[in-house]
């Protein structure tokens, strides 16, 4: 069997043994088989990039099909999924005190690896729906894990906006199917390239892309993202904003835009305004946050608005723009929600007005912190600033000039909000209530560190990352 296929196979069956009665011993070395999984993937995908990327597509079985590819763009997020996920799992194993609620919080870890792993390797759109799906109902699950109102809140905004997505995502597929006569990528982009200017094809596409916004909390669509982030235990917000959201919504938009519907005109003009209108609202909402996670969550819909708009330059720079971005703001943004959650932890709140001065008293974090914030305002060397600077080059040269002077003076309000909440919460004198606090567990911040290692290693060593991981994504345009 190949090895893509057991990316899918190995935890899903894992999660199958680990909740069967007899599953108990399984339950208890779970932690122990997602980090070695993670670990091993991370190693495969870096190593044997090259046996996992031989262009073959296989299927499963003669009736039931779900055929696997991995090309460059597969491979880059199937290096960032498991990443994210260990940092998940630390976080999770730290902070939750029950011992069957880390049980069922790494099943459901496991069983969002399998949807994610096999989301960015399927060659048909159906079965990106099933996959999109099994991801959905583990996020909706995870928010709601401690089943309080503000978690409940949290995971029914997200269900009712997913439900929505659905829909539409359902009804183009049917319109696909009709034109195609299947669901595979190869047919309906023939389909759709045969078929003229056919009305029913451009509304599918449309309200298509529409569910994918929904997905990837793009402005004005995002009116599920802050109380997820926020209300979700600290490991879930982690998982969210790393990577579920860009796998989810972000990376089945690259991928659908550039396989199977291609660029057009009016397609750039679309994903331009969204991207440019999803940078802004989200910048401006951040600022005037009061709690850590909701600032970190509008900062997040901000920055995939950049991801979106270097996708809609259309051109091979602006895709490689976007999946750098896309790459870098896994990394740091999960990094952040890291430091935030050792802030609760220590502190016991995350209101930034009580906060101040706990980078005396928590170096570790503060440190972190600093690295994360700055990647993600665009301040050199750091890994933010290259791709930033990427896609600001790809829409100087695609002629978009405006939007590229919006990407320059966004990220100066990134800067400003970013600097607020350091002086808010790491900065100047101590409070009195927080003389005693130590420095969270080395579980906590350990997440933290390697991802501002990452972060710092991707920056010094940008053009050895641009060219092995990014500039290569540029051939899915064929």
């Known amino acids: 069997m190949p090895v893509s296929f057991l990316l899918v196979l190995v935890p899903l069956l894992c999660v199958i043994f680990a909740n069967m009665p007899l599953g108990k011993a399984v339950k208890k070395l779970l932690f122990y088989f997602v980090l070695l999984f993670s670990l091993a993937q991370v190693y495969l995908v870096v190593c044997y990039k090259d046996l996992l990327t031989n262009g073959t597509i296989y299927s499963l079985t003669p009736v039931f099909k779900v055929s696997l590819a991995i090309d460059s763009l597969s491979l880059l997020l199937l290096l960032t999924i498991p990443i994210i996920t260990v940092c998940a799992l630390f976080i999770g194993w730290f902070t939750i ?38 991801v959905a109902i583990s996020s909706f699950i995870l928010i709601a894990f401690y089943t309080d109102i503000g978690s409940l809140e949290g995971a029914f905004k997200y269900i009712i906006l997913s439900a929505v997505a659905t829909i539409l995502m359902l009804t183009a597929i049917a319109v696909f199917f009709t034109a195609a006569g299947d669901t595979s990528f190869v047919s309906i982009s023939n389909a759709i390239k045969g078929s003229g200017r056919n009305t029913f094809l451009i509304a599918a596409m449309s309200i298509f892309v529409g569910g994918l916004l929904i997905k990837g909390g793009i402005a004005p669509f995002h009116g599920w993202v802050a109380d997820a982030y926020s209300s979700a235990p600290a490991a879930v917000s982690v998982l969210l904003a790393g990577i579920i959201t860009k796998v989810a919504g ?71 723009g976007a999946v750098f971005h896309l790459f870098n703001h896994a990394i740091f943004k999960a990094g952040l929600f890291a430091n935030s959650a050792a802030v609760e932890e220590a502190a016991g709140t995350r209101d930034m007005d009580k906060l101040g001065g706990l980078s005396s008293k928590m170096p570790v974090t503060g440190f972190t912190s600093l690295v994360s914030s700055l990647s993600t305002a665009g301040i050199p060397p ?24 919006i990407a320059v003076l966004a990220s100066l309000l990134t800067l400003a909000y970013f600097l607020s909440m350091q002086r808010r919460v790491f900065f100047g004198k101590l409070k009195e209530e927080y003389k005693d606090i130590k420095e969270a567990r080395f579980g906590v911040i350990f997440p933290a560190i390697m991802l501002s290692l990452i972060t710092i290693g991707v920056g010094i060593f940008f053009f050895y990352v641009l060219d092995t991981f990014m500039l290569p994504v540029k051939s899915i345009l064929g």
């Open 97 to 134: 005190k029950d011992e069957v609620q880390k049980y069922d919080f790494t099943s459901m870890l496991l069983m969002s690896l399998t949807g994610m792993n096999g989301l960015v390797m399927v060659n048909d759109i159906f079965s990106m729906y099933v996959f999109l799906e099994i």
């Open 250 to 320: 972000i990376y089945t938009l690259i991928r659908i835009v550039t396989t199977v519907f291609g660029f057009t005109p009016q397609l750039e003009m679309i994903l331009l305004f969204f991207g440019a209108f999803s940078i802004i609202l989200g910048a401006l909402i951040a600022m005037v946050q009061k709690d850590m996670k909701r600032m970190l969550a509008y900062s997040s819909i901000s920055q995939m608005g950049y991801i979106v708009l270097s996708l809609g330059t259309g051109t091979a720079l602006g895709i490689a």
């Open 382 to 405: 750091l890994s933010g600033f290259w791709s930033k600077l990427v896609i600001i080059i790809a829409l100087w040269s695609s002629g978009h000039f405006v939007y590229a002077i």
